[in-house]
């Protein structure tokens, strides 16, 4: 399992470095010697090619080969290590939850036109965008053969669950392309059930497959969806202050499709006039150049950046929270070092 497989640790301690580089670094160094292994099983499965050789398999390939964070499947392997341990049924649960996760982005890429990813060239920008629709289908199905063939009761219906929670979590997105004012509610709708719900379920299917009890499996799940919610703010604030050579894709990228995320959000409720000014511009084509900028200046003006992180903060406190009834054990130490150092966090 050399090469690429053995470097997910390490991309992930770098996309979670925190403020306190001294403590935080050595403890997510630590998921090296305990999840090290399970991680390069799950790597290795992602690359290996898919079962067929057309522009679709070609298209799920060419993401499953760049440097993903894989912070979801090392959630479910942590979670795993809360009872007795990763095994053949985490380990296929960690492949699907991660298979999920890029559907969901080779879709998104065709439905913002996005033309980067991960630093490279989005599948649709190599293979089209039939072929990259047809991809995230192919991931999408091979994710929930896996779940059904790990046998765990009732996990298979909470996928499907979870599926309908991101459906209409990106349909109410898509409803709200181009609104200014009036949808903070809506923007946390939209972000439990894009992204919160998916670390929710990682986590329990975790914990399941670890044979942990029911109440720990729903307090992971409960840690997994707090976490979701941070680390979805946390992206938001990437997106208006962070460096494209870090985080792999263009900045602003949320705003030119029309979406209002929170840190913009923020900002824009202490300056109406901006407000409404885009509220129009957005009903066009494009936004007039410098526009985008502008609100990035807004944004800095409002410290919304800080005032987005301070709220991840306070949920990832409350994501450790929720693993208090669990036992003291090396797992449970390793996600409060995630919820620790997630905040700040730079791609």
Not at 141 to 161: K, M, Y
Request: hydrophobic share 45%; proline share 4%; aromatic share 4%.
């Amino acid at each position: 399992m050399a090469g690429a497989a053995t470097q997910v640790l390490p991309r992930l301690e770098r996309t979670l470095e925190g403020r306190d580089q001294d403590a935080l670094a050595q403890r997510l160094a630590s998921l090296q010697v305990l999840i090290g292994s399970d991680l390069a099983e799950v790597e290795e499965a992602l690359r290996r090619p898919r079962r067929a050789d057309t522009p679709a398999h070609q298209s799920a390939g060419h993401l499953l080969h760049l440097d993903g964070k894989r912070l979801r499947p090392a959630c479910l392997a942590l979670a795993s290590r809360t009872g007795r341990g990763f095994n053949a049924v985490a380990r296929d649960l960690a492949i699907a939850v991660e298979l999920v996760h890029n559907a969901t982005l080779l879709h998104d890429d065709v439905v913002d036109l996005g033309d980067v990813r991960r630093g490279a060239p989005t599948a649709r920008m190599v293979y089209g965008n039939a072929a990259s629709i047809f991809a995230g289908d192919l991931l999408l199905v091979e994710a929930l053969e896996r779940i059904q063939a790990a046998g765990i009761p009732g996990l298979i219906d909470r996928a499907f669950s979870v599926l309908k929670e991101m459906l209409d979590a990106e349909s109410l997105q898509l409803a709200n392309r181009g609104r200014v004012r009036g949808i903070a509610a809506d923007y946390f709708k939209v972000v439990e059930g894009k992204t919160a719900s998916l670390f929710g379920w990682a986590l329990f299917a975790g914990g399941r497959a670890g044979g942990s009890p029911e109440p720990v499996c729903l307090a992971l799940e409960k840690y997994g969806r707090l976490l979701g919610v941070a680390f979805q703010i946390v992206d938001d604030t990437l997106d208006v202050a962070g460096a494209e050579t870090v985080i792999g894709k263009s900045v602003l990228t949320d705003l030119k499709e029309g979406k209002i995320t929170w840190p913009v959000m923020r900002a824009l409720e202490r300056d109406p006039a901006l407000a409404a000014t885009l509220e129009i511009e957005l009903a066009k084509p494009e936004l007039p150049a410098g526009l985008a900028e502008s609100v990035a200046d807004a944004v800095r003006r409002a410290n919304s950046v800080e005032e987005a992180r301070a709220l991840a903060s306070g949920l990832c406190a409350d994501a450790v929270a929720a693993l208090s009834i669990l036992p003291p054990s090396e797992a449970r130490e390793s996600l409060e070092s995630i919820a620790a150092a997630l905040p700040w966090r730079r791609k």
